[in-house]
Nanobody, 122 residues
């Protein structure tokens, strides 16, 4: 079972970036898919989550700027990030949770990707 996140990079404040997370090894049918991030010296924090049916949930810090979506046929989840700010700089991780509701606690997720670095310069 593997989750592979990619799409990170160095951008300027106000730019957009789209992250992708491809799952392999099994189907994540019915799983909640989430994005988390971890900035240097800080704890990993919830960013966004999407249910199998497409329902979404966002942290207050990204609401209105980020959009999470999933393509179940491709076993892939996306994070469209717009109006990026320097404080969005972090390693972004995708994760899968065998739950029916979106949960924000990292320790409750069952599978994790390796992370992709997003750096936003001012």
């Amino acid at each position: 079972v593997q989750l592979q996140a990619f799409g990170g990079g160095l951008v300027q404040a106000g730019d957009s970036l789209r992250l992708s997370c491809a799952a392999s090894g099994r189907s994540f049918s019915g799983y909640i898919m989430g994005w988390f991030r971890q900035a240097p010296g800080k704890e990993r924090e919830f960013v966004a989550g999407v249910r199998w049916t497409g329902g979404t949930y966002y942290s207050d810090s990204v609401k209105g700027r980020f959009t999470i979506s999933r393509d179940n046929a491709k076993n892939t989840v996306y994070l469209q990030m717009n109006s990026l700010k320097p404080e969005d700089t972090a390693i972004y991780y995708c994760a899968a949770d065998q739950s029916i509701v979106v949960r924000t606690t990292p320790g409750l997720y069952d599978y994790w990707g390796q992370g992709t670095l997003v750096t936003v310069s001012s």
